[in-house]
């Protein structure tokens, strides 16, 4: 993860005389941080900085006739409009979830003129801009959008214009390799760990219990530290789906008639164990708790609560829809009053977009800070190109290939899973009612 990796030797770049940066997919605090960051250490040297308005959504539908407008498209993000915006919430040159390489998840689709029409929209409007880089700023979906760009400019003929690309790792989920920490993540747990304590204040009062999915698509980083830090009885993410708790289905496709087999939770067993947290903490002379979920258990629930189901951009279920919490609520209320005899409440919330555009925390801030002038650092200082912008240690900056992070085969990136027995994993059981017996 060093720049003296073999795969990280500078590459012959045209000078860098202006850089354009993107944001896409969902917010995360201390986006600004990274943004205006960035942009005030590429504009020190005389380069001028464009703000791509609102992820790839304007690129996407870039054509010579419709040609990028200033304000419109993008803004140049001078002195005056960074001023004091390190700080703020939200991002200042907004996001969308368009992702242009949709339709490319293999090489070879690099050279296919109808697979590759998005990525080819995109380098021909950037170019139009007269970038010489781009700062991706996003998740992985994002990166795996910024790897398939620098591998589209990568088939070009020789003499055409290309732009170099590096990445900034963003997700509240923390779920990215290369990385132990993504800016974002430790507001998020602080904004969502303050609402579990509001609503564990609730639970007692009324001796009820509270179901909270949090957010977390793939891994469960987010709902742990939430947990951890918001004093929750119980939490279960992905990590948590060992072979006890998982068994296959086969699913036909209504409209071709084709069957395939998918891991899906024993929603039963799930159901059993919060109950089981709840009686235990019964023994304890507490009716009441919190319990809290990733929202990623959703794309694992059996197909007869998936009917409605849609998917979005990038192929993933909206986990939204799957009414995790409420589902969950239900079952576990309806297994409680059959093994006591009792009844108990238990509410489903939801919980997550409210944390995603909240003022960052000083780490935050400072993480991003240090990203953004990574950014700086690897395209201009180190002439790098297909890198994410990473830290380790007191702040140090290192820059890890794309070819690292993503598989060359499929094009897709590997999540990072909380592992299984980690200290971290064994701070919550420590912490929670989680029955060892």
Same mark, same amino acid.
């Given at each position: 993860?060093?720049?003296?990796? /073999? ?39 005389? &380069? ?80 139009? =801009?007269?970038?010489?880089? =781009? ?33 900034? /790792? ?97 929603? !039963? ?12 903490? !019964? ?11 990733? !929202?990623? =258990?959703?794309?694992?629930? /059996? ?27 239900? =079952?576990?209320?309806?297994?409680? !009053? ?79 899973? &909380?592992? /299984? ?17």
């Amino acid at each position: 993860m060093s720049s003296s990796s /073999p795969l990280l030797e500078p590459t012959p770049l045209r000078p860098i005389r202006r850089v354009a940066i993107l944001f896409a997919g969902g917010p995360a605090p201390a986006a600004n941080a990274v943004i205006s960051t960035a942009a005030a250490a590429f504009g020190r040297q005389g &380069i001028e900085v464009l703000g791509i308005l609102h992820g790839y959504a304007h690129l996407a539908e870039y054509s010579p006739e419709n040609p990028m407008q200033e304000g419109r498209d993008y803004v140049v993000l001078d002195q005056t409009r960074l001023r004091r915006t390190r700080n703020t919430r939200g991002i200042m040159i907004g996001t969308s979830r368009t992702n242009p390489g949709k339709a490319v998840s293999s090489p070879s689709h690099l050279t296919d003129p109808d697979r590759s029409a998005g990525l080819r929209t995109v380098q021909r409007a950037l170019v139009s =801009l007269g970038v010489d880089a =781009l700062v991706s700023i996003g998740g992985d979906d994002t990166l795996k959008t910024a790897n398939k760009l620098k591998k589209y400019q990568e088939h070009l003929p020789a003499g055409e214009k290309t732009f170099a690309v590096v990445h900034v /790792p963003k997700t509240i989920d923390n779920d990215y390799p290369g990385i132990d920490f993504t800016f974002g993540y430790f507001t998020a747990v602080e904004v969502i760990a303050s609402e579990i304590r509001n609503l564990l204040a609730d639970a007692e009062a009324c001796r009820l219990y509270f179901l909270v999915e949090s957010m977390g698509r793939s891994a469960g980083w987010l709902a742990y530290g939430a947990a951890i830090a918001g004093e929750a009885s119980l939490v279960i993410s992905i990590e948590d789906l060992t072979a006890d708790f998982i068994t296959t289905e086969t699913v036909t496709d209504p409209k071709t008639g084709s069957t395939a087999s998918r891991q899906v939770m024993i929603i !039963e067993k799930v159901v059993n164990l919060i109950v089981q947290v709840m009686i235990q903490r !019964e023994k304890e002379k507490k009716e009441f708790g919190v319990v809290v979920v990733a !929202e990623g =258990l959703g794309s694992y629930m /059996p197909s007869k609560y998936l009917e409605s189901v849609t998917l979005d951009d990038h192929g993933h279920i909206s986990l939204a829809q799957t009414k995790l919490a409420a589902t969950l609520s239900k =079952l576990v209320e309806a297994e409680y !009053e059959k093994r006591t005899g009792r009844k108990r409440r238990m509410n489903g919330v939801q919980l997550g977009y409210e944390a995603r555009c909240a003022p960052p925390h000083a780490f935050d801030v400072v993480l991003g800070s240090q990203l953004g002038v990574g950014a700086y650092r690897a395209l201009v200082e180190n002439g790098l190109n297909g890198v994410l912008v990473s830290i380790s240690g007191q702040f140090n900056l290192n820059y890890v290939p794309f070819e690292k992070l993503i598989d060359p085969e499929t094009m897709v990136t590997v999540v990072r899973f &909380i592992q /299984p027995g980690s200290d971290f994993q064994k701070l919550a059981r420590f912490l929670e009612n989680y029955p060892h017996d």
